[in-house]
């Protein structure tokens, strides 16, 4: 089992930057691939990036390409969501996800894919 807990979001204007963090506690977090994912209201929860368990391997979706980051610290449980360039419609609540399938290096971008979730960190970026 995995707990997983963000923290980082806020209140931002255009063009500003934010860093996510997503604490893990439990087993194995650095044998799991981990990923973000956001939610706008009225949306579904949509693939922001993901990282394999080396941290070797990243994928993004096409609208955050260039402008966020993820990464990992296995030695310290966490995993990190670099946002830059912030953009008004970047507002959603931003979730950190985990596969258990461990040691793998396919990023999934479908949220049934993963198996522990957590709460989520509101993000929100002023025009």
């Known amino acids: 089992q995995v707990q997983l807990v963000e923290s980082g979001g806020g209140l931002v204007q255009a063009g500003g930057s934010l860093r996510l963090s997503c604490a893990a506690s439990?087993?194995?977090?650095?044998?799991?691939?981990m990923a973000w994912f956001r939610q706008a209201p009225g949306k579904e929860r949509e693939f922001v990036g993901g990282i394999n368990w080396s941290g070797l391997v990243t994928s993004y979706t096409d609208s955050v390409k260039g402008r966020f980051t993820v990464s990992r610290d296995n030695a310290k449980d966490t995993m990190y969501l670099q946002m830059n360039n912030l953009k008004p419609e970047d507002t959603a609540l931003y979730y950190c996800?985990?596969?258990?399938?461990?040691?793998?290096?396919?990023?999934?971008?479908?949220?049934?894919?993963?198996?522990?979730w957590g709460q989520g960190t509101q993000v929100t970026v002023s025009s």
């Open positions: 439990g087993r194995r977090f650095s044998a799991y691939p």
């Open positions: 996800a985990a596969d258990s399938t461990l040691y793998s290096s396919q990023i999934y971008s479908s949220a049934q894919d993963y198996e522990y």
